[in-house]
């Protein structure tokens, strides 16, 4: 039986770490994969800009501790649209909670009580959490104090950006993991083209995945261009 909690937002298994190119941020992978397999029960405070990495890395602490058979879930907030706060009642029982996009329950109080009271159902349950937000927790406009000082009272990583050259080698490693090879010329000619942060070209790298599969072809600079004329 999967610990895989069901939720509305599809399978967060396809994300793991070895497809996350740390950079200067391997500090954070490290204790995040510490939490993932339950060797630390502190709750987790995970911030940078867009493009990070925030989502893919509470996915991967998920699919890490879903492996271990740990009950886990995922909750991106940013799709609070379709789910009520009741949905974080009667969490105490899991193993791992991981909630992203912290910015969007800011300001509206069913949602920052209800964060609040998992809070302590994780506590006294001695169950870790790990969120995710643009900003550090001072900066989160989060108008309950008591929720305010317990997201400060945790562990607090901030996530910094990666170089260019960085960005290359993690699309690199990001293909490997998936079973295809990246040529550096199909990635300089890629990167000349299309938007240059990390959320842009993993999209990308999803969609000259999904061509090449169908079409049965290598990424090639001449397919990628025939694809880009036909997609751009």
Request: charged share 20%; aromatic share 8%; with cysteine.
């Amino acid at each position: 039986m999967s610990s895989q909690i069901p939720l509305p937002f599809g399978n967060f298994d396809r994300f793991n770490f070895d497809m996350y190119w740390p950079g200067p941020n391997q500090q954070v992978v490290d204790h995040l994969r510490q939490t993932a397999r339950g060797e630390s029960v502190n709750h987790v405070y995970l911030w940078g800009e867009e493009g990070t990495g925030k989502s893919h890395l509470l996915q991967a602490a998920c699919t890490l501790a879903a492996s271990a058979q740990r009950k886990v879930v995922y909750i991106p907030l940013k799709e609070k649209s379709q789910i009520s706060p009741d949905l974080l009642h009667g969490m105490a029982s899991l193993d791992l909670v991981c909630i992203d996009d912290m910015d969007q329950a800011a300001g509206s109080p069913e949602w920052e009580m209800a964060v609040f009271n998992l809070y302590n159902q994780l506590t006294a349950g001695r169950t870790p959490w790990i969120i995710s937000a643009r900003t550090g927790p001072l900066g989160l406009p989060i108008q309950l104090p008591d929720l305010k000082s317990r997201l400060m009272a945790g562990v607090t990583w901030h996530l910094s950006g990666i170089e260019e050259k960085d960005r290359l080698q993690a699309l690199q490693q990001r293909a490997r993991v998936r079973g295809f090879e990246l040529p550096d010329e199909v990635i300089d000619y890629l990167s000349k083209r299309v938007a240059r942060d990390m959320h842009s070209l993993f999209n990308w790298l999803d969609r000259l995945d999904q061509a090449a599969l169908v079409s049965k072809k290598k990424l090639t600079v001449p397919f990628v261009r025939n694809l880009l004329n036909k997609l751009v």
